[in-house]
């Protein structure tokens, strides 16, 4: 179970096009997904939460306008990289958020899947 | 903000051998502290989990460890194999209105020398 699933999974696109990443929940419903930016040897950077029904949330520095999400189905969030230009090549990961409960002694559970990854190369 | 500082940056022990990673965090209302495994060209697979009602968490060879304290949680991994070689994360989850978000330590990179 809590399989998230990313398409595509490598995409090469020409400077100015604008790319869709879709990131999706296989067997569970997620009210919340994340998407994160991965540069070689690094870390994790999360770019925005996405709510399902509302806006998503963008961290500091992060162009709302250039990375437009959109989360319609609690199974489904797709991220548009905007007029896309070589600086944006990058590895963008998705995780969806799973809610449940699992007892007194534990509550809410809020554990995150991340799907396989998406690599962006723009010339 | 939250911030989650993880060493050895690269670590490698002989297959057998034990590994351990360390990490700390700032934030006092963290409660969730995840720990994923990631693969080159992979997304990150989550391979244990420990929440702040509980001290330590084991799951066959993996076991973690959280001293909340002192802000710190460790990953220890025994009998260490081959295909355990991978760069690891810890995380450490900060409050949202609605649920959390997680804060990602640096990686380690582990090496498993046959």
């Known amino acids: 179970g809590a399989v998230v699933s990313q398409h595509p999974s490598r995409v090469i696109c020409k400077s100015g096009t604008s790319v869709k990443i879709e990131c999706r929940s296989l067997?569970?419903?997620?009210?919340?997904m994340f998407w994160y930016r991965q540069f070689p040897k690094q870390s994790l950077m999360l770019m925005a939460t996405s709510n399902e029904g509302s806006k998503a949330t963008y961290e500091q520095g992060v162009e709302k306008d250039k990375f437009l999400i959109n989360h319609a189905s609690l199974t489904l969030s797709t991220l548009t990289v905007t007029s896309a230009h070589p600086e944006d090549s990058s590895f963008y990961i998705c995780?969806?958020?799973?809610?449940?409960?699992?007892?007194?002694?534990?509550?809410?559970?809020?554990?995150?899947?991340f799907g396989p990854g998406t690599r962006l190369t723009v010339l | 903000g939250e911030n989650v500082e993880q060493h050895p940056s690269t670590l490698s022990v002989q297959e057998g051998d034990s590994a351990v990673i360390k990490c700390t965090y700032s934030d006092s209302a963290s409660n969730y502290f995840p720990w994923y495994k990631q693969e080159l060209g992979k997304g990150p697979q989550l391979i244990i989990d420990?929440?702040?009602?509980?001290g330590e968490k084991k799951d066959q060879r993996i076991a973690v460890t959280l001293n909340k304290t002192a802000k710190h949680f460790s990953l220890h991994i025994t009998e260490t194999q081959p295909e355990d070689s991978a760069v690891y994360f810890c995380?450490?989850?900060?409050?949202?209105?609605?649920?959390?978000?997680?804060?990602f330590g640096a990686g380690t990179i582990l090496r498993v020398k046959s």
């Open positions: 995380a450490a989850s900060i409050p949202l209105l609605y649920g959390n978000k997680l804060v």
């Open positions: 995780s969806a958020r799973d809610r449940g409960w699992i007892g007194l002694a534990g509550g809410i559970t809020d554990t995150q899947y």
């Open positions: 420990i929440r702040s009602n509980v």
């Open positions: 067997d569970f419903q997620a009210t919340t």
